[in-house]
């Protein structure tokens, strides 16, 4: 019954009509009723991976962009031309951010996008059911071979990707 009631809450939230906060389209695969046990593994895999792996993926990189401010200001500070052009350097720094505004941009992203506060898959007390306390284990065991995989790949790449290293995601989404 709580199971039920929880996905009627979030169908019915997810279901009102337009888009979310950020431009998604509220409902997207959300089911009103849970009957099976694949639909479960389904929404809580999703939850998991929307809160974890993909927050990581698109949050941590943006320091590395953003740090240098023209690749990503924050606001221009002169109106834009009709063409959307900028000719030359000289005139294209008027454009950009006051050395302060700079700066407190440089800090916010490097607060957003470099604290980890947790591990994903590692809790901070064991559970009290064995069998539950057995799947965590092997889903550790699981993301430690992702991990390997993912270094074993770097080393084949110019740049290497460590934003979806299992040991580089937090568990959910901070606020």
């Not at 699981?142 to 937090?170: G, Q």
Request: hydrophobic share 40%; charged share 15%.
């Amino acid at each position: 019954m709580e199971l039920q009631n929880w996905t009627k809450s979030l169908f019915d939230l997810f279901s009102l009509k337009g888009m979310n906060a950020v431009g998604v389209t509220r409902g997207k695969g959300m089911l009103a009723r849970i009957e099976t046990v694949e639909q479960l593994i389904d929404i809580v895999t999703a939850i998991i991976f929307t809160c974890g792996p993909q927050h990581a993926a698109v949050n941590f990189p943006q320091y590395e962009y953003m740090a240098f401010t023209p690749n990503m200001p924050f606001a221009l500070y002169q109106p834009m031309t009709e063409d959307f052009s900028v000719p030359t350097k000289d005139n294209l720094m008027p454009f950009l951010p006051p050395p302060h505004q700079a700066s407190g941009q440089l800090s916010t992203t490097y607060l957003l996008s470099s604290f980890r506060y947790d591990k994903l898959g590692h809790y901070e007390q064991e559970f009290q059911d064995l069998a539950a306390q057995n799947l965590v284990i092997q889903f550790q065991q699981d993301l430690n071979v992702v991990e390997l995989e993912i270094e074993k790949n770097n080393r084949s790449r110019l740049i290497e990707y460590n934003y979806l290293k299992p040991s580089l995601i937090p568990n959910s989404i901070s606020i």
